[in-house]
């Protein structure tokens, strides 16, 4: 069972002076798992994947992935290691193309990026690679455009096209469909369905659609705290999770 | 188109490029009398270059970038006068002393915000100028370095007094440096440094190692303006701590921002103009020429570059 965990944090905790945006979480992401991150606004859903990134320093805990420690490793390096994440906000390269951003992403990955003299691009595996991402998040259309002109369906596409160019074994997306619009929604649950099947993925969710059509774990997180975890059916009857989702149900009615 | 072609597309040279450069280096024969501003302006052009590297490919300010001239400069005139005439291995001792000089102080732009570093940058030039003007005995302080004679280029070409030699000598330094700063963005590493321009977090999290790439380029970059520095000092044989000064940090932006930031004709461009602009303006009112570059800049820049040299784009109207 515990060969089967990849990524692991133990009693993560993280105070910014006072408060504490993490308490004690325990998390276990299975080989191959689709698992769900969930919780009301503020519950340190965006703080735990800063910890688990390595953006942020946990204040106490351990992180481990595939068995390593990598609690005090920099960001670049859990990348290197296998462990990739896509924004909640676009982050992109704005004055690349998409070609460019993936072209540039797979050379990196490929341990060409510390070329210099060649061109980016030479390398038919580089391109190639390129050729099925752009393929795969209906990019080849707007591939040599630049990626601040592209509409944000589009945009939301190319920021989970970059993780994948990265080849992740481990993936955290943090709310991969906020605030795309309707028409271009299905394009993009699409391509979130049909990742590749042996990568690890942990997904951060408001849309209770894509959650319960995707999951098959989920967390439910509170105040910083881990609620309950299970499968989505026990999640979706747990008492405990129906009063802090219907409670807000409620505020909001009123 | 296949990406691959896409991709590699970029690297063909436009058809003007050759013609730009076949103009540059006849221009020491066509106009004998001005060779020595050609060669000024090619060095001028070599710094921006330089610059380009840090501010517009990779988003790093810098308001010190004075520092590895100066550095490159003074290396290339003592070893000329104290070790031997040679140009050529003179050039390559003022490009080694600025590479070191911007390893370490690559160490100083690793954190912060671009004010830290407009300030940080701007520390370490003053503090090499007060250096070169403390250390009179090795630099001359004030007086600058007299007596560098410099011996003839490859042990043929002598340099002369009209400035030829030294013009075809900058230029072709300028243009060897320039293709391989071309081939340099245009690379895998390049691109990175592209990246790390537009969004350093997002950098990271595709696994790049932002704080080394940035040491990488800071340190390249610093070689360029070293080697600026050392063609200035070889040219006109004598160094002085103008070569340190605050305006060529600061000119060195202007002509940048004259040229464009990000492409690597921006500072070659911009130096061409800066100079001649300069070079007239100074003829016609040598004590207000200041003024008109100063007006001539807040045009640039509230009208923008775009516009202001498309004049037939003025009276369009708006286009959605």
Redesign the interface.
């Known amino acids: 069972m515990s060969n089967n965990i990849v990524l692991s944090a133990q009693g993560l905790v993280k105070r910014f002076g006072g408060i504490t945006a993490t308490n004690n979480v325990t998390l276990n992401l299975h080989k191959g798992a689709r698992h769900a991150l969930i919780g009301p606004n503020g519950a340190g859903k965006t703080t735990l994947i800063n910890l688990l990134?390595g953006?942020l320093e946990p204040t106490e805990g351990r992180i481990t992935l595939e068995g390593q420690d990598i609690t005090r490793l920099?960001?670049?390096q859990r990348?290197?290691r296998g462990m990739?994440?896509t924004?909640q906000i676009n982050?992109?390269?704005?004055?690349?193309t998409p070609?460019?951003?993936l072209?540039?992403?797979v050379?990196?990955?490929q341990g060409?990026?510390?070329?210099?003299?060649?061109?980016?691009?030479?390398r038919?595996a580089v391109?190639e690679r390129?050729?099925q991402l752009?393929e795969q998040f209906h990019l080849t259309s707007v591939?040599?455009e630049e990626t601040r002109v592209l509409a944000y369906g589009k945009r939301r596409l190319l920021e989970i096209a970059?993780?994948l160019?990265?080849e992740p074994r481990v993936l955290l997306l943090d709310e991969p469909v906020a605030g795309v619009p309707a028409g271009e929604r299905e394009e993009l649950l699409q391509t979130v369905a049909a990742l590749p099947a042996d990568v690890s993925v942990l997904l951060i969710e408001h849309d209770m659609d894509l959650v319960f059509s995707f999951a098959n774990r989920m967390t439910v997180l509170v105040n910083g705290t881990v609620l309950t975890e299970g499968d989505p059916d026990t999640i979706a009857n747990d008492p405990q999770v129906k009063a802090v989702y219907l409670g807000h149900g409620e505020d909001a009615h009123v | 188109?296949?990406?691959?072609n896409?991709?590699?597309q970029a690297?063909r040279f436009r058809w003007w490029e050759p013609v730009f450069w076949l103009l540059a280096f006849a221009a020491p024969l066509a106009l004998p009398s001005h060779a020595l501003i050609v060669n000024e302006i090619a060095i001028v052009a070599l710094f921006a270059l330089s610059l380009d590297l840090i501010l517009g490919y990779t988003g790093i300010v810098s308001l010190g970038h004075a520092a590895f001239f100066g550095m490159g400069g003074y290396a290339a005139a003592l070893f000329a006068k104290h070790v031997m005439p040679d140009p050529l291995v003179g050039l390559a001792v003022g490009i080694a002393a600025a590479t070191v000089l911007g390893a370490v102080a690559s160490l100083t732009i690793m954190r912060g915000t671009d004010l830290t570093r407009l300030m940080v940058t701007l520390g370490v030039g003053l503090i090499m100028l007060e250096l070169a003007n403390k250390l009179d005995w090795l630099t001359g302080g004030a007086d600058g370095l007299q007596g560098v004679m410099m011996g003839p280029l490859l042990g043929r070409f002598e340099f002369d007094l009209y400035g030829r030699t030294a013009a075809w000598y900058s230029l072709s330094v300028l243009l060897v440096l320039f293709l391989i700063a071309r081939?340099?963005v245009?690379?895998?590493?390049?691109?990175?440094l592209?990246?790390i321009r537009?969004?350093r977090?997002?950098a990271?999290?595709?696994?790049?190692?932002?704080t080394a790439k940035l040491a990488q380029v800071y340190t390249l970059a610093a070689a360029l303006a070293g080697a600026a520095g050392a063609l200035l000092t070889q040219t006109t044989g004598f160094a002085s701590l103008d070569l340190f000064e605050f305006h060529r940090s600061a000119d060195v932006m202007l002509i940048l921002v004259i040229g464009g930031a990000?492409w690597l004709y921006g500072g070659i461009l911009g130096a061409v103009g800066f100079k001649l602009l300069q070079d007239v303006i100074s003829s016609v009112t040598p004590q207000y020429w200041t003024f008109w570059i100063g007006l001539f800049l807040v045009v640039l820049v509230l009208v923008g570059r775009d516009r202001l040299f498309r004049p037939w784009t003025w009276f369009g109207g708006k286009k959605a």
């Open positions: 990134t953006v920099a960001p670049h990348v290197q990739v994440r924004f982050q992109l390269f704005d004055t690349l070609l460019e951003t072209a540039l992403t050379s990196q990955h060409l990026g510390g070329k210099w003299w060649q061109p980016l691009g030479a038919k391109t390129c050729e752009l591939m040599a970059i993780a160019a990265c | 188109m296949a990406p691959q896409t991709l590699l690297r081939r340099i245009q690379s895998p590493f390049g691109a990175t592209k990246a537009d969004n977090l997002r990271m999290a595709i696994g790049i190692p932002v990000g």
